[in-house]
């Protein structure tokens, strides 16, 4: 019993969502499996469920994340912070709670490994 | 018999009075730095900025050698120690020649510089625009004759323990001392 309880553990659980009518897949910490399941719709309902209302300055650091993951660049804090488009206090300003977490997730992008 | 059943009820009813606020997750962190070394002072560093990126608060209190890092003319030169460190596997009389202390750190850096690990004084920026406060002890202060000024410019304050104490106070907050 043990032993399943930890193959359990570690079984990664994909989750169906429906978001404004549409179905996406999210892993079991709700980042998105697949980045074309992602719209502006989508992004501002995931945002809202982290207490965020979206400003264009939200969505320009969204669109730089999403451009990031796109040329598969490894994001952390000490990048976003010297990209140019955000100072790391805005960053935090914009996402008060986690920001390199919480704006990977509302991008629809997978959740940075990063440890700086 | 009757005591024993007796100790098992109130340990039972203890652990039901123990509910962690929101599952016992942690949301401040206390640092405390007392080492000079680069390596202590980088672990305290990407600790507390670690925490921040995980939504924890974070706060620092530099204390003896810890100054040292926030020291404007100190923090470039910090080494890493290469006499009394077993794990840099290298003999004790090796590492106490003159230019060893020096070679090991420009190796470690350099390493750091591949995985974008930024240097003392870019890291401290980071902290302070990530939200960590950071303060630095009276007591050592007083003790090195260091002043405000010759401190990096974003420390909050320079404070005493029971400051610091009264800063830690809360749920959820832990306490690390490096």
Same mark, same amino acid.
């Given at each position: 019993m043990l032993i399943n309880l930890f193959k359990s553990s570690l079984k990664k659980q994909n989750m169906e969502r429906t978001i404004n009518g549409k179905s996406i897949t999210v892993n079991e910490e709700g980042y998105l499996k697949d980045f074309s399941q992602w719209?502006?719709?989508?992004?501002?309902?995931?945002?809202?469920?982290?207490?965020?209302?979206?400003?264009?300055?939200?969505?320009?650091?969204?669109?730089?994340?999403?451009?990031?993951?796109?040329?598969?660049?490894a994001l952390s804090i000490r990048r976003v912070g010297k990209s140019g488009v955000v100072d790391i206090k805005e960053f935090y300003q914009l996402f008060p709670i986690a920001p390199l977490k919480t704006a990977t997730k509302i991008a629809g992008i997978p959740k940075p490994a990063s440890c700086i | 018999?009757?005591?024993?059943?007796? !100790?098992?009820?109130?340990?039972?009813?203890?652990? #039901?009075?123990?509910?962690?606020?929101?599952?016992?997750?942690?949301?401040?962190?206390?640092?405390?730095?007392?080492?000079?070394?680069?390596?202590? #002072?980088?672990?305290?560093?990407?600790?507390?900025?670690? !925490?921040?990126?995980?939504?924890?608060?974070?706060?620092?209190?530099?204390?003896?050698?810890?100054?040292?890092?926030?020291?404007?003319?100190?923090?470039?030169? +910090?080494? #890493?120690?290469? #006499?009394?460190? *077993?794990?840099?596997?290298? *003999?004790?009389?090796?590492?106490? +020649?003159?230019?060893?202390?020096?070679?090991?750190?420009?190796m470690m850096k350099k390493e750091m510089e591949k995985i974008d690990m930024p240097d003392i004084l870019e890291f401290l920026d980071i902290l302070s625009a990530s939200g960590v406060k950071l303060w630095a002890c009276k007591l050592a202060m007083d003790m090195f004759h260091y002043k405000k000024e010759d401190l990096y410019d974003g420390i909050d304050d320079i404070i005493t323990v029971g400051d610091f104490y009264k800063e830690s106070a809360g749920e959820g907050v832990h306490m690390l001392f490096i």
């Open positions: 719209d502006d719709k989508v992004g501002e309902a995931l945002a809202a469920e982290s207490g965020i209302a979206l400003t264009p300055r939200h969505w320009e650091v969204l669109k730089y994340l999403q451009n990031e993951q796109k040329n598969q660049v | 018999m009757y005591e024993e059943n007796e !100790a098992t009820a109130t340990l039972e009813k203890s652990y #039901v009075a123990f509910k962690p606020e929101n599952k016992g997750a942690i949301k401040k962190m206390m640092i405390i730095l007392s080492k000079g070394t680069l390596e202590n #002072v980088y672990a305290a560093f990407v600790l507390a900025n670690g !925490a921040r990126m995980e939504g924890i608060e974070a706060e620092m209190f530099f204390t003896f050698f810890g100054l040292e890092a926030i020291h404007k003319k100190k923090l470039e030169r +910090l080494h #890493v120690a290469t #006499v009394g460190n *077993p794990a840099m596997h290298m *003999p004790t009389m090796l590492g106490g +020649l003159p230019g060893m202390e020096a070679f090991a750190t420009h």
